[in-house]
């Protein structure tokens, strides 16, 4: 009897030092139980199961713990950006001060406290929040559940970027979402073909529910939206009548300039659904993030939640908090900035010199963690991965993983926040070679 133990890999975080990927074993309990019941559990599964797809085995990127191998592949902070010190000693005086409160269920709506900060913190950016219009969540990606389980009935259609944030789509696809899929360039979603792609849809009487959209230092792409898309998005989403959900993870971390507006700053008809986290902004570990919206909207998320998990981290929310009305915040996320830049600008270097620049691709960082190299289109960027990593030593994420359909196989997803200065410099040079090697061919 085997043990047929699929990977399930997604890009957004680092796992068991899997050097940035998350590898999920998904065990198929069939061949792995014994007893009568074994053959008939598959029949117990929900459907919205059924349709949760484990990818092919990915032994490949077992190999990535290698201490030899140099990964661009991770999408996770640098831990030089945490400020360890100032949150033990937050979490000290909380301890001592409020200890009982800070360590009891809250209610599910998050911290009056909590929800005020973020109410204020937002404010920077052009959106108007108060404590009603807010809620916090354990992370975006708990948003990005709550948000599906609120508006997707299975079949009900949906507009993702092509290429989109993975942890999004699993979401959607969970709730048996229908995806359809409108090209991002350089600046992020295209508008007209968005236009299009709704035209197009509304002929066969299709109206999506919503657009996801990730206009800021996308994950994978890099790509920043410019203010004009993002006034068109508004106009299309009151043409066309839709949501949008606007995920932004990466908005604070901008390499020069100040505050980027994001869409929810030009929603006048309470369209936009905003999720922010402090993940890339203070610790992913606290998982601690909010969603802004419509008060009713919020009202009905407040009951989705309860069933979820009752209530955030209670004392999760009591140093944020804390953290938020010290405002440490704001000059860690400079730290941050000037960190990834310098980063970038590493990268950056090596893509130039090493990458053949006739034949390659790839988005200027602005901010964010990543780029997104472009390869010729007659290369296959997993054929590209397997000798990357064994030949040369070498990891990136294959652009693949971020198109629902799979369509598109010459991308790759390459983060710079993670490694260390000399990776960056040795890493772009083995991976300059990996695809000058493989236009030759
Ligand atoms: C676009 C996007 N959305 C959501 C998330 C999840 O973030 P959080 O840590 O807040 O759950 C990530 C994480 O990398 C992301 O890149």
Redesign the pocket.
Known sequence: MGLNIYWRWCL??DYEHYSGVILMAQVDVSSVVSGPVANQLEKFFAVRVQSMHASEIRELLKLTQQPEIISFAG?LPNPEAFPVEEIRKITDEILQSQGKQALQYGTTEGLPRMREEIAKWVTRLGIESTVDNNIVVQ????G?DIVSKMFLDPGDNIIVGSPT?V??SNAFEAYQGVMHQVEVDEDGMNMDKLEDKLKELNKKDIHPKFAYV?PTFQ?PSGALMPEDRRKRMIELSNEYNFLIIE?S?YGEIQFEGGPIKPIKAYDDGGRVLYLG?F?KILS?GLRL?YIIADENIINKMIIAKQAVDLCSNTLAQYIGAEALTRGILKPHIDKIRALYKHKWELMRKGLNEHFPKEHVKWVEAKGGMFTWVTVPDYLDSSDLLKVAIEQHKVAYVIGAAFYPDRSVKNTMRVSFSYPTDEQIEIGTERLGTVIKDAIKE
């Open positions: 957004y975080g999408g992370g975006s990606q708990q990005l944030y942890g999004g990730v994950n995920d993870p986290t993940s992913p993030a």
